[in-house]
Nanobody
Framework: QVGLVESGGGLVQAGGSLRLSCVAS????????MVWYRQAPGKERELVAS???????FYGDSVMGRGTISRDIAKNTVYLEMKNLKPEDTGIYYC???????????????WGQGTQVTVST
C-alpha cells in the first residue's frame, strides 16, 4: 500500500507565506514526478507546480514567481513554498505522485487527501 499525506495548510493573511509538505509512504520502489494541485470552491482542480525525479520544476501561471517546489528524494517528500499569498490562492491543495512499488511494475498515480489553505484579506 502507498499513501500520500499532505500537511502545512491553514489560515494565512494575504501577503503571507506558507510551506506545504507531502510525504509518500508504504511500499515504494521509485517515485517519478511529484505534483501539487489545488481546487478552489466551485472550480476545477488545477496544477500548481510539479517536479521530476531529476528535480526539474514547472509552475502554473497562477503561482509563477511566488511558488517554489522542491523535493527530498531520501525522505519521499515534496514541498511547496508560496509567498505573497492572495485570497485566490484559497483552496484544497492536493499532492500527486507517480510511484513504482516494485521494479517490474509500471508507475501508478497516487493522490493525497489534501490540505486546506485559506487566505484572508
Amino acid at each position: 500500500q502507498v499513501g500520500l499525506v499532505e500537511s502545512g495548510g491553514g489560515l494565512v493573511q494575504a501577503g503571507g507565506s506558507l510551506r506545504l509538505s507531502c510525504v509518500a509512504s508504504g511500499r515504494i520502489f521509485r517515485i517519478m514526478d511529484m505534483v501539487w494541485y489545488r481546487q478552489a470552491p466551485g472550480k476545477e482542480r488545477e496544477l500548481v507546480a510539479s517536479i521530476t525525479g531529476e528535480s526539474s520544476s514547472f509552475y502554473g501561471d497562477s503561482v509563477m514567481g511566488r511558488g517554489t517546489i522542491s523535493r527530498d528524494i531520501a525522505k519521499n517528500t515534496v514541498y511547496l513554498e508560496m509567498k505573497n499569498l492572495k485570497p485566490e490562492d484559497t483552496g484544497i491543495y492536493y499532492c500527486n505522485a507517480r510511484i513504482k512499488v516494485t521494479e517490474n511494475l509500471p508507475y501508478n498515480g497516487y493522490w493525497g487527501q489534501g490540505t486546506q489553505v485559506t487566505v484572508s484579506t
